[in-house]
T-cell receptor, first 109, second 116 residues
Framework: SQELEQSPQSLIVQEGKNLTINCTSS?????LYWYKQKYGEGLIFLMM?????EEKSHEKITAKLDEKKQQSSLHITASQPSHAGIYLC?????????FGAGTRLTVKP | DTAVSQTPKYLVTQMGNDKSIKCEQN?????MYWYKQDSKKFLKIMFS???????INETVPNRFSPKSPDKAHLNLHINSLELGDSAVYFC???????????????FGNGTRLTVT
């Protein structure tokens, strides 16, 4: 089954700093999805990457897909307290989506 | 106008009881899912239904039984609840996906189940 490793497991940054979260797959990636989860809420879909080298941005969040390395990175520029939460990467499984264990982001004001 | 809604949000019950969680989506999706998120926040697929047909049933105890009366609803019934069932259960939906699917999942806000 698809295995996704996320790093780091947790991250504490000062407001205004940039940060990167990584997601590495043990299998070929056909589609890679990034989600954000706040406490007590469901997962909010951020963006989907499908092609090698594809890069997408949503406000101050940018995600890239390196198909050859089977990796994706999520980069946040000038972090804000509103960016705090758990970021999860997901990948296509057999008729479902499998997820990494998540990266817990704390942004200190 | 919640896209994927599940009820209840919180469920506290005793061991041995039977409980149900309901899920409805108004996105016109034909595939629905149940995921379990444990205390370490790891999200694991339990079931997947496409057009009311079960297409995924991971290694889940028989005490868990999904029911899909139509493609907009996927309810989860749990018999003889155990302490280890305590978790957050998420419902999700998507357009039909394949192994190279390109349709993101849309999630409900979760049901926090506590078994005492």
């Amino acid at each position: 089954s698809q295995e996704l490793e996320q790093s780091p497991q947790s991250l504490i940054v000062q407001e205004g700093k940039n940060l990167t979260i990584n997601c590495t797959s043990s299998k070929t990636l056909y589609g890679l999805y990034w989600y954000k989860q706040k406490y007590g809420e469901g997962l909010i879909f951020l963006m989907m990457l499908q092609k090698g080298g594809e890069e997408k941005s949503h406000e101050k969040i940018t995600a890239k897909l390196d198909e050859k390395k089977q990796q994706s990175s999520l980069h946040i520029t000038a972090s804000q307290p509103s960016h705090a939460g758990i970021y999860l990467c997901g990948a296509d499984g057999n008729n479902d989506m499998r997820f990494g264990a998540g990266t817990r982001l704390t942004v200190k004001p | 106008d919640t896209a994927v809604s599940q009820t209840p949000k919180y469920l506290v019950t005793q061991m041995g009881n039977d409980k149900s969680i309901k899920c409805e989506q108004n996105l016109g999706h034909d595939t629905m899912y149940w995921y379990k998120q444990d205390s370490k926040k790891f999200l694991k697929i339990m079931f997947s239904y496409n057009n009311k047909e079960l297409i995924i049933n991971e290694t889940v105890p028989n005490r868990f039984s999904p029911k899909s009366p139509d493609k907009a609803h996927l309810n989860l019934h749990i018999n003889s609840l155990e302490l280890g069932d305590s978790a957050v259960y998420f419902c999700a939906s998507s357009h039909h996906r394949t192994p190279r699917g390109n349709s993101p999942l849309h999630f409900g806000n979760g049901t926090r189940l506590t078994v005492t």
